[in-house]
């Protein structure tokens, strides 16, 4: 009985093997593509305790692709963007995106979020092929172009980050006391490396950390406060920065604040600090970053306009710009990849090295490098504006120097919509 | 010196917090002899209330009355509408029961609030006191602890010196006595579970301004804290969390101080082991039942 | 089990074996009905289920009752994780040799927990069992250059055989290996409870005096209910690595811990039947709830996506916690009774549980 049941779906099974490798061996018919969609998706936390913060991206990512959309598409295709949620949660993620490739049957999955969550499915995207687009953590293992040939950065790299603050606050502040507060993984140790690089193995006179299950930095405050620490590198989340400020505040312990850009949002430090103090506690602030966001920027006003129009008016932040600006990198990928995209041809497109982006520095993209942003500028708070003072500067996530950068950001064009 | 001396202080406010979460555990124990899963869930619901109270009236006392009233009336429609079921021959069930009350409260709160921190004002100077160039307490860590103690003592004297207090530890000792002496044991379960559940509001909104702020599952480890405080100092005595409430507060915060933030929930457990296997009655065990 | 006399509720191993044979049979021809996507739902299923299998065990015999089952998977996963790096040969030999190492490192740990346990009531070991899972992040990154932190470790990949490779997809082997593991383990345990040391758990279940009065060293018995639950849930957990080449602190949360609970109460608490059922309410809900809510507009998908699917699980447990503790089990073998006789709580938990004549 046994014998002959098996046969048929184990027959059945072969020939479904086939046909899906055969589907796979002709070019032209990648997944999620049709006459006048794409689909692509991701993956990022919306429930749970680590969602703060995080689900302004995806939502305002989709509203830049429902403005593309509402303008004719990527050559006449609309984007349609399936968002998944993770929880941040790694086996959860594993679950998602499997969805999102099987069952959704994406065409690349984009800006999936975090770093332990991401890395669990960066093997199972890489060996079925499927693009794995402009990944939003700043670990610098996504620019590995032998080991993940599919995968491609976005935010600038922990280390890029930390070796600009460091040599802006030299510069800045000579001579002064150097300390840092960090993430217990592997964002607080990549930007601690970074910092070292420049500012020397005893160049930080305190380095304290933190793990996100305790809600409470007393304790670390206190111990920078003793050792006279007065410029403070933060690579922490915008949480835990607001959190860092205000028990300093607190304890009536004035220093230099200068963080990460995972956590030098000004708009989101304010929901956590309210208006009222905020302006005060983040009077100096220095963070960097790599997106547009001076008030006047022209992107910066398309995007709020796409915000109000499509994101119900929701509160404009970093992450605000972040999502857009990822929408828009992905378009402009799409929109070189040609008429009928397939996964390949928009490896191709990214490897090639003519995308720009709407950074302030150029993409990094090419066949060797897989990483996007190799440098920052610096922005400081001043009366509760936000913006860039000018100093921009490059480098890699090695030992490379730190040069500044004097180019020009990218300019606004044709409405923000990408064309071939 | 100076740093222990600090270290000291910031435990000291902590505890007395978590020493109101586990005095909130305690009563419920005292009253119904279940542990309340669910205690930090309900205190997050009323802290909403109060924020939504205060944004609406300005006002930092109405929204703390609305805590306090909310979390009262939370108290009642959980024994009354969820608990009741438990069954009373499995210590089991209604452990199960809260857990999923836990699931519910929290989803429902992510549904309704999305899953951002919202900051929460105090209406005291919440930076600290210079003594000698230390940072000491606060005004609003001073606020906090005299609150604690004032509610403790509160407590303490209803429990000891009314009619009521009393009915209420015979009913949780021995129902069937109380109950054919006449002590309407139904009632005075239900008022354990009320008074319960606004302590552990109180305490929660004593909590949240000094943490990131407020969100669905901001009391989380203010659970698994209060209720390591509660074992330490004995399920059964209001003492006992005063005294748990300030070791586990001054632990906490030296070995952050000392051995780096991330060993605090180790820490915990270690604490938490030891003291249930030396003396799984906790600290104060001998004390409480010369008392009881 | 050399006894020819049995009591009532026990099978003979032999029986045992065939039912289990049989079922991991048709499971095993069911992979190759499904899609790769089922299968890797499947595959889900099959792990948790080692470890509902195990804590429902725990829970339903001895009446021990751990929020930290989460922890103890993870255990298995590092173990498993460990030590397939760090073996010098690869293929099945690796598979088994790193299983059984996840399994013997959650032995340890379970029993070290279990010496604890053995010692404290109901809701002290739930909250003692939640400590640790809540304490585990910090254990990892703690002891980071082993556990790697938050990140996690990585493990290489498992691909099919290459015998199978023409006939099998990725996802199915891995289907398969989870669901004969799973096989392993719900059998494992029906043996144990079935036999003598199973009597021993439910005498000190409904009566520690009892018990020990009539000889029964009550302390060691849940010191090995526990350890028999943790192994279990270690597989569970190394199953669980071996399919997704990770295991990291953040894929075992208390939501995660709380979660296999729900399985265990929603299927009925004792029953493996139930477990299996549960494990699979607790994999296909959430995804059947995200297809319900990816029609809706951004903002009330955000806010109901994972929300509700916790939402409805919590009003679940709450719902067949208060009104049928028997579960979804309950509900399948109450159809099969005759009206007039009703189930009655106490009779259908306690049907194991010798009377005076037969001990």
């Known amino acids: ?154 935010n600038a790299s922990y280390i890029v980050e930390a070796k600009a603050l460091a040599t802006y606050a030299q510069e800045t502040w000579p001579d002064k006391t150097y300390c840092v507060l960090g993430q217990d993984d592997d964002f607080g140790t990549d930007f601690t490396t970074g910092l070292l690089t420049v500012l020397g193995g005893d160049g930080l006179a305190s380095t304290q950390t933190y793990s996100v299950s305790v809600q409470d930095v007393v304790a670390q405050i206190g111990a920078m406060q003793a050792a006279g620490c007065e ?47 905020a302006p005060l506690l983040l009077q100096g602030f220095v963070s960097s970053n790599y997106l547009p966001f001076s008030p006047d920027d022209e992107w910066v006003t398309l995007f709020q306009q796409i915000n109000d129009e499509y994101n119900g008016g929701a509160q404009f932040s970093g992450n ?28 191709d497109a ?56 004097t180019g020009e950001p990218v300019a606004l064009e044709g409405d923000g919509i990408p064309t071939a | 010196m100076d740093r222990l001396v600090f270290l000291l202080g910031t435990g000291l406010a902590r505890g007395a917090v978590l020493a109101l979460f586990a005095l909130a555990l305690v009563l419920i124990w005292r009253g119904a002899r279940v542990i309340n899963f669910a205690q930090g869930a309900m205190a997050v619901v009323s802290t909403y209330v109060a924020f939504e109270v205060t944004a609406l009236t300005g006002s930092y006392w109405l929204g703390l009355l609305a805590a306090l009233v909310s979390g009262g009336v939370l108290g009642f429609a959980v024994e009354r509408g969820v608990m009741r079921f438990a069954s009373p021959r499995s210590p089991l069930s209604g452990v199960i029961l809260a857990i999923g009350l836990v699931m519910v409260l929290q989803s429902a709160l992510g549904i309704a609030f999305g899953p951002d921190y919202r900051p929460m004002r105090v209406p005291f100077d919440d930076s600290a006191v210079l003594v000698g160039g230390v940072p000491l307490l606060s005004p609003y860590d001073l606020f906090v602890l005299v609150t604690a103690v004032v509610v403790m003592v509160v407590l303490a004297v209803l429990f000891r010196w009314t009619s009521l207090g009393l009915q209420m530890r015979a009913a949780a000792f021995a129902p069937e006595v109380s109950r054919l002496l006449g002590v309407r044991v139904s ?90 296997l030396l003396r799984p009655a906790g600290l104060f065990a001998a004390a409480a039942a010369r008392h009881a | 089990m050399s006894r020819p006399q049995r009591l009532p509720g026990q099978r003979p191993l032999a029986r045992t074996l065939l039912l289990a044979a049989g079922w991991t049979l048709v499971a095993l021809l069911g992979t190759f009905a499904l899609d790769p996507f089922r299968n890797y739902q499947l595959a889900l299923v099959a792990a948790y289920l080692c470890a509902t299998a195990g804590l429902t065990v725990l829970v339903g015999a001895s009446g021990q009752l751990s929020l930290g089952h989460a922890a103890l998977m993870a255990v298995g996963g590092y173990g498993y994780a460990l030590t397939s790096n760090a073996l010098p ?44 899972v809540v304490a585990l992040p910090a254990v990892a990154s703690t002891w980071s250059t082993v556990l790697h932190g938050d990140q996690g470790v990585q493990t290489a990949f498992e691909g099919v055989p290459d015998a199978l490779r023409r006939v099998i997809a990725l996802e199915q082997w891995q289907a398969m290996v989870a669901v004969v593991v799973a096989a392993v383990v719900v059998t494992g345990l029906t043996v144990l409870r079935g036999g003598r040391f199973g009597l021993r758990m439910q005498a000190v279940r409904d ?49 995660f811990s709380l979660l296999l609970v729900v399985a265990v109460v929603i299927g009925g608490l004792g029953s493996i039947l139930g477990a299996a059922l549960g494990s699979a309410v607790v994999v296909l809900l959430p995804w059947l709830i995200g297809r319900l809510t990816a029609g809706l507009p951004t903002d009330a998908a955000q806010r109901l996506d994972g929300n509700l699917a916790v939402l409805v699980f919590g009003l679940l447990l709450i719902t067949v916690m208060a ?26 938990t306690k049907v194991l549980v010798p009377t005076e004549e037969q001990r």
Not at chain 1, 51 to 59: F, N
Not at chain 1, 114 to 130: A, R
Not at chain 3, 328 to 339: D, E, K, S
Request: proline share 5%; hydrophobic share 45%; net charge negative.
């Open chain 3, 89 to 132: 040969f690869g293929g099945v030999a690796r598979f088994v040799v790193a299983l059984l190492a996840g399994a013997l490192v959650s032995a340890v740990v379970g029993l070290l927990l279990g010496l604890a346990a053995a010692r404290l009531s109901g809701p002290y070991l739930a909250g003692l069992t939640l400590a640790v």
């Open chain 1, 320 to 347: 605000t710009v972040f999502g857009m600006s990822v929408g828009y990198l992905f378009a402009q990928a799409l929109a070189q990849a040609g008429e009928d995209p397939t996964r390949e041809s928009v490896l």
């Open chain 2, 187 to 276: 009632r005075t379960v239900t008022l354990g579970w009320v008074l319960s559940s606004v302590v552990g509001s109180l305490a929660a909104l004593l909590l949240v301004p000094t943490s990131l702020g407020l969100n669905p599952h901001a009391t989380d480890s203010l659970f698994v804290l209060g209720f390591t405080v509660a074992v330490v100092g004995g399920l059964d005595s209001p003492v006992g969390a005063l005294v748990g409430g300030v070791v586990v507060g001054v632990a906490m915060s030296l070995v952050t101080g000392y051995l780096g933030a991330g060993l605090v929930p180790i820490a915990v457990l270690g604490l938490l082991v030891l003291v249930l």
């Open chain 3, 323 to 348: 009104l049928a503790p028997q579960g979804l089990h309950g509900a399948l073998t109450a159809r099969r009774r005759p009206i007039d006789e009703p189930v009655r709580t106490e009779e259908h």
């Open chain 1, 231 to 277: 410029v403070n590198f933060l690579a922490t989340v915008n949480g835990f920065t607001a959190l860092a400020l205000g028990t300093a505040a607190k304890m009536k312990y004035r220093a230099q604040w200068v963080s990460s850009s995972s956590g030098g949002d000004y708009p989101t430090l304010v929901g956590y600090l309210g208006e009222d103090v």
């Open chain 1, 1 to 154: 009985m046994s014998q002959r049941s098996r046969s048929i779906p184990a027959l059945v099974a072969t020939a479904l093997v086939a046909a899906g490798l055969s589907a796979c061996s002709t070019p032209e018919a990648s997944p999620g593509v049709t006459d006048d969609t794409i689909t692509i998706g991701t993956h990022t936390p919306l429930t749970g305790p680590a969602a703060a913060g995080y689900s302004s991206i995806s939502a305002a990512t989709k509203a830049y692709f429902d403005y593309v959309n509402d303008n004719g598409g990527i050559n006449g295709r609309s984007i349609e963007y399936v968002v998944k949620d993770d929880g941040y949660n790694p086996a959860t993620t594993q679950t998602v995106v499997r969805e999102l490739v099987q069952e959704e049957e994406v065409f690349a999955v984009l800006n999936g979020l975090g770093t332990p969550t991401h890395s669990s499915v960066v093997d199972y995207l890489n060996e079925n092929e499927v693009p794995d687009l402009f990944v939003a953590s700043g670990s610098p293992q996504w620019d590995q172009p032998e080991k993940y040939p599919w995968t491609f950065a976005y």
């Open chain 1, 350 to 405: 990214l490897e090639v090295g003519t995308l720009t982006g709407n950074g302030i520095v150029p993409l990094s993209f090419s066949k060797d490098s897989h990483a996007a942003f190799e440098g920052v500028g610096i922005t400081v708070v001043d009366k509760g504006v936000q913006d860039y003072v000018g100093e921009v500067f490059t480098t890699d996530a090695g030992s490379g120097d730190v040069v500044p950068f």
């Open chain 3, 207 to 255: 009566d520690e005096v009892a018990a020990r009065l009539s000889g029964i060293p009550a302390g060691r018995v849940k010191v090995l209910a526990f350890t028999a639950s943790s192994v279990a849930a270690g597989l569970g957990g190394a199953v669980l690595c071996f399919v997704a080449q990770a295991v990291s602190p953040g894929a075992y949360t208390v939501g």
